[in-house]
């Protein structure tokens, strides 16, 4: 593929789980002190993950819960490190993975603004220039000088996407997060996301609607227990998952 953004090359990772977990932390203590041995299995979230992501390409990933979607974003945004395997990025990642992920609560939106975007490498002159356009497009008036504990999980949404998209990112990484707001904030996010895909931004988009993966994708893959189960066109990729609910 030319002009390839994301190349994931047998990605592994794997979390280790304790077979039983102690109900409490005196009870953990007490079994450490008699010498009890904790036994661990091996949870791999994902498995051999291959996939070749082009510039401006929009690929949708679906799948169950407990899928590896979100896991794979992780990885791709550098948050978690395969065990296994390599990613090569080309370009700068806005990542909308976890609601309120780079906020602090205590802080007021406004200071949040500021504290997100020198994380995704903005300086504070360059966000002096943006603040206006993103307090807009969040829509959140006065609440911009509201500690973030009084927001909404909604507002919260707001104000990540459009913190996130004005750091003008090479890679947009979308994890359900639009799924929090509402419908005109919806429509506006829509708007954005193609705007981007025009500009030839490329875009990663996980989501439970099957009719934003057809609509907004060009391409999607569906993940089953950490590994790709199908990847194709987003309908293609929408009928096999869609299928795999009713047989299973």
């Not at 036994?39 to 690929?59: P, Q, S, V």
């Not at 609601?99 to 802080?107: A, I, R």
């Not at 500690?147 to 359900?176: C, N």
Request: aromatic fraction near 8%; hydrophobic fraction near 40%; charge should be negative.
């Amino acid at each position: 593929m030319n002009d390839l953004t994301i190349k994931i090359t047998d990605v592994s990772l794997k979390y280790r789980l304790a077979r039983e977990r102690p109900g409490t932390i005196q009870e953990y203590i007490v079994q450490r002190l008699k010498g009890r041995r904790v036994d661990y299995e091996d949870f791999w979230a994902l498995r051999e993950i291959n996939l070749e992501i082009g510039k401006g390409e929009t690929l949708g990933l679906i799948g169950p819960n407990g899928a590896g979607k979100s896991t794979l974003l992780k990885v791709i945004a550098g948050i978690l490190t395969p065990v296994e395997g390599s990613i090569t990025v080309n370009g700068k990642i806005a990542p909308l993975i976890e609601l309120g992920s780079g906020f602090n609560m205590e802080l007021t939106g406004k200071e949040n603004i500021y504290l997100n975007s020198s994380i995704l490498g903005l300086s504070r002159k360059e966000t002096d220039s943006k603040f206006d356009r993103i307090l807009a497009f969040s829509e959140l008036g006065e609440f911009i000088y509201s500690p973030l504990k009084s927001y909404s999980s909604g507002m919260v949404a707001r104000l990540g996407f459009s913190i996130a998209t004005e750091v003008d990112p090479d890679i947009l990484i979308i994890d359900e997060i639009l799924s929090v707001g509402d419908e005109h904030f919806r429509e506006k996010c829509d708007e954005r996301i193609l705007s981007f895909k025009q500009k030839g931004v490329t875009i990663l988009f996980v989501s439970h609607s099957m009719n934003d993966i057809k609509r907004l994708c060009d391409r999607a893959v569906c993940l089953e227990h950490g590994k790709v189960a199908f990847e194709g066109n987003s309908a293609e990729v929408v009928d096999f998952y869609m299928k795999s609910l009713v047989q299973s």
